[in-house]
């Protein structure tokens, strides 16, 4: 599913709004298309109801009308689908719930989503979408200890989904456990090996758990946080945060070797590579970072595929390090 | 054997290539594409796990198996050596087993089990849809075409391919070239993949191949199990692959070839 949990998405997309707006005001457009040939060319079969990609797009624009409060496109590719696939399909009530979540107003709204997806549980308790959902819903409703505790249950029986380790671990790492969050990414990695988003968020929740780490540990984990960046720098070419992170995580190691763990640093340890490949590392890291801010800033918000948050934080890293030329 | 260096010449009535040639290969392309839409007709799709325990039943074994083929890609090695022993350990101790209890007696009877007699009965229909059509074409062919020459090769071949090429015509001096009607049936049912593929697509089910090889793919709601398999056994064999992975990482020295690859084209 596109998007599983709709509150955890809407606060970490929302930089994205940008394109999510622009792709759910197309949503009239595109329903029009559908409402016009759904009466002429083909009476006997519901229109775009033979082609998987056809539904995906529909399910991704009902999405992203939800996102941004266009709840009449949203109710009209509802229909669409469940016309398509009936109501009784896993993955429509699964966006019904959605949908329902998005209108409900207050917390009694939401409570009685709760309690519907417990009622729908008891009927079929392996129904994915719907646990998924219970997940998100309880999030949203910042009951965090009860999402976690139901998404253990669920990734207890289906552990070969990535999706759900990934959010576990961001559940975690609300919570401040690290050591858990690093675990989830770990499984979730073992899934999709070549992730390079997820080795790189990985990386990140390894360079938060090193600022509060002794000096040895944390000297490992920097480490191990900087060959993951490499390696999804080396799946994905101009990657933004992966270079991003190696900027920042190997100038934290080079500014800790100056200073009081100096120590720890002339002690060879296996993990972390050597100060003048560091060194290296972090030149070109701030030379690739400075040449994808340059190409992406000429190009327009829709072309470059990344988020305005990123660009501005990437600007600013720079600038921290005195690199604007 | 024939006469070497003399050309065989058979005079051939030009009606045999167009009544007899073609027809086959029309009828054998015509049952293909019909198979293929029969196949999409009556398969059922597997059925769902019906609770969290069977689900994590079937799924967890997939876990020992991610860990095996990519733990080298993403792991350091001490939690590699930690999620090895505890699946080590679950599986040898059945802790993923839906029900523990019944571990070691002998799996229930597949034609008594409801789940095993549902899986039973679409693999029967697959090789039905296989075997019916074959056997109704391989008749129809005996009975009308049996022992024609319909068709010359232009290159020579080996005395080998006589019985590949001739079957049905039992002339021990003609030439290897020479190919009977029924030969040409089986040279259809085993040559035309490419056709297929063109036709209805790469993954189409008059595809032979992929049926022979049973459905296993690694989607979320597959089944490892085939019915009447223990998984108990399954998860044992998991435990032994597991037990023998040597630990390595390609995280190890990543730094220097990140440099050594990429950054040397920047000019570092």
């Given at each position: 599913?596109?998007?599983?949990?709709?509150?955890?998405?809407?606060?970490?997309?929302?930089?994205?709004?940008?394109?999510?707006?622009?792709?759910?005001?197309?949503?009239?457009?595109?329903?029009?298309?559908?409402?016009?040939?759904?009466?002429?060319?083909?009476?006997?079969?519901?229109?775009?109801?033979?082609?998987?990609?056809?539904?995906?797009?529909?399910?991704?624009?009902?999405?992203?009308?939800?996102?941004?409060?266009?709840?009449?496109?949203?109710?009209?590719?509802?229909?669409?689908?469940?016309?398509?696939?009936?109501?009784?399909?896993?993955?429509?009530?699964?966006?019904?719930?959605?949908?329902?979540?998005?209108?409900?107003?207050?917390?009694?709204?939401?409570?009685?989503?709760?309690?519907?997806?417990?009622?729908?549980?008891?009927?079929?308790?392996?129904?994915?979408?719907?646990?998924?959902?219970?997940?998100?819903?309880?999030?949203?409703?910042?009951?965090?200890?009860?999402?976690?505790?139901?998404?253990?249950?669920?990734?207890?029986?289906?552990?070969?989904?990535?999706?759900?380790?990934?959010?576990?671990?961001?559940?975690?790492?609300?919570?401040?456990?690290?050591?858990?969050?690093i675990f989830c990414l770990e499984e979730a990695l073992l899934i999709a090996p070549n992730a390079w988003n997820i080795l790189a968020q990985l990386g990140e929740v390894l360079y938060i758990t090193a600022s509060s780490q002794e000096a040895e540990t944390a000297r490992k984990l920097l480490g191990r946080s900087i060959s993951l960046f490499c390696r999804s720098i080396e799946l994905c070419d101009d990657y933004l945060r992966g270079f991003y992170g190696l900027v920042l995580v190997s100038s934290t190691l080079l500014n800790s070797s100056d200073g009081p763990l100096h120590n720890s640093f002339n002690a060879s340890v296996g993990d972390t590579p050597s100060k003048d490949h560091l060194k290296r590392l972090h030149a070109f890291a701030r030379?690739?970072?400075?040449?994808?801010?340059?190409?992406?800033?000429?190009?327009?918000?829709?072309?470059?595929?990344?988020?305005?948050?990123?660009?501005?934080?990437?600007?600013?890293?720079?600038?921290?390090?005195?690199?604007?030329? | 054997?024939?006469?070497?260096?003399?050309?065989?010449?058979?005079?051939?009535?030009?009606?045999?290539?167009?009544?007899?040639?073609?027809?086959?290969?029309?009828?054998?392309?015509?049952?293909?594409?019909?198979?293929?839409?029969?196949?999409?007709?009556?398969?059922?799709?597997?059925?769902?796990?019906?609770?969290?325990?069977?689900?994590?039943?079937?799924?967890?074994?997939?876990?020992?198996?991610?860990?095996?083929?990519?733990?080298?890609?993403?792991?350091?090695?001490?939690?590699?050596?930690?999620?090895?022993?505890?699946?080590?350990?679950?599986?040898?101790?059945?802790?993923?087993?839906?029900?523990?209890?019944?571990?070691?007696?002998?799996?229930?009877?597949?034609?008594?089990?409801?789940?095993?007699?549902?899986?039973?009965?679409?693999?029967?229909?697959?090789?039905?849809?296989?075997?019916?059509?074959?056997?109704?074409?391989?008749?129809?062919?005996?009975?009308?075409?049996?022992?024609?020459?319909?068709?010359?090769?232009?290159?020579?071949?080996?005395?080998?391919?006589?019985?590949?090429?001739?079957?049905?015509?039992?002339?021990?001096?003609?030439?290897?070239?020479?190919?009977?009607?029924?030969?040409?049936?089986?040279?259809?049912?085993?040559?035309?993949?490419?056709?297929?593929?063109?036709?209805?697509?790469?993954?189409?089910?008059?595809?032979?191949?992929?049926?022979?090889?049973?459905?296993?793919?690694?989607?979320?709601?597959?089944?490892?199990?085939?019915?009447?398999?223990?998984?108990?056994?399954?998860?044992?064999?998991?435990?032994?692959?597991?037990?023998?992975?040597?630990?390595?990482?390609?995280?190890?020295?990543?730094?220097?070839?990140?440099?050594?690859?990429?950054?040397?084209?920047?000019?570092?």
């Amino acid at each position: 599913m596109a998007c599983s949990s709709s509150g955890h998405c809407r606060a970490k997309h929302s930089t994205d709004m940008v394109s999510t707006l622009y792709l759910s005001q197309q949503a009239p457009s595109i329903l029009d298309r559908r409402l016009t040939s759904k009466s002429s060319v083909q009476p006997l079969t519901i229109p775009g109801c033979e082609h998987l990609e056809e539904q995906e797009t529909v399910e991704k624009l009902f999405v992203a009308c939800l996102q941004t409060g266009d709840d009449k496109s949203a109710l009209l590719c509802f229909e669409h689908l469940t016309q398509c696939f009936g109501l009784s399909n896993e993955r429509v009530t699964g966006l019904r719930g959605l949908y329902e979540e998005a209108i409900a107003e207050d917390d009694t709204g939401l409570e009685n989503c709760l309690q519907k997806y417990n009622k729908l549980l008891q009927e079929n308790p392996v129904n994915v979408p719907i646990l998924k959902r219970r997940v998100a819903l309880l999030r949203s409703m910042s009951r965090i200890a009860d999402a976690i505790a139901a998404l253990i249950e669920f990734i207890d029986a289906i552990p070969t989904d990535a999706e759900a380790w990934c959010e576990l671990a961001d559940l975690y790492q609300s919570q401040g456990m690290s050591s858990q969050a690093i675990f989830c990414l770990e499984e979730a990695l073992l899934i999709a090996p070549n992730a390079w988003n997820i080795l790189a968020q990985l990386g990140e929740v390894l360079y938060i758990t090193a600022s509060s780490q002794e000096a040895e540990t944390a000297r490992k984990l920097l480490g191990r946080s900087i060959s993951l960046f490499c390696r999804s720098i080396e799946l994905c070419d101009d990657y933004l945060r992966g270079f991003y992170g190696l900027v920042l995580v190997s100038s934290t190691l080079l500014n800790s070797s100056d200073g009081p763990l100096h120590n720890s640093f002339n002690a060879s340890v296996g993990d972390t590579p050597s100060k003048d490949h560091l060194k290296r590392l972090h030149a070109f890291a701030r030379k690739k970072l400075w040449d994808i801010l340059k190409s992406r800033l000429s190009l327009s918000q829709q072309e470059y595929g990344c988020s305005e948050g990123d660009l501005i934080a990437a600007r600013e890293l720079l600038d921290r390090l005195g690199d604007s030329k | 054997m024939a006469l070497q260096g003399v050309e065989q010449t058979i005079l051939r009535d030009p009606a045999l290539f167009y009544w007899i040639l073609f027809p086959i290969s029309i009828v054998m392309i015509l049952t293909g594409i019909l198979r293929h839409y029969a196949t999409v007709l009556m398969n059922t799709p597997p059925k769902p796990p019906s609770s969290l325990a069977e689900s994590r039943e079937r799924l967890s074994l997939f876990r020992g198996v991610n860990l095996r083929n990519h733990a080298c890609a993403v792991l350091p090695k001490e939690s590699f050596e930690m999620r090895k022993n505890y699946l080590v350990n679950a599986y040898q101790a059945g802790a993923f087993l839906k029900d523990p209890e019944s571990r070691g007696q002998p799996p229930p009877n597949p034609m008594t089990d409801p789940a095993g007699m549902d899986a039973m009965m679409g693999m029967m229909k697959g090789n039905m849809m296989m075997m019916i059509p074959q056997t109704l074409i391989m008749s129809w062919i005996n009975a009308f075409f049996s022992g024609f020459v319909i068709l010359r090769l232009p290159f020579p071949l080996t005395i080998r391919f006589k019985s590949m090429l001739q079957s049905g015509v039992m002339t021990r001096d003609l030439d290897v070239r020479w190919v009977s009607s029924l030969s040409w049936y089986f040279l259809n049912l085993f040559g035309l993949q490419s056709v297929f593929g063109f036709i209805l697509g790469s993954d189409n089910a008059a595809n032979q191949m992929a049926q022979q090889m049973g459905a296993m793919n690694p989607a979320a709601q597959a089944n490892p199990f085939q019915p009447g398999q223990d998984p108990d056994k399954l998860y044992k064999s998991e435990a032994e692959n597991l037990e023998v992975v040597e630990h390595f990482c390609i995280l190890d020295g990543i730094e220097e070839r990140i440099l050594h690859n990429l950054a040397a084209k920047e000019g570092f």
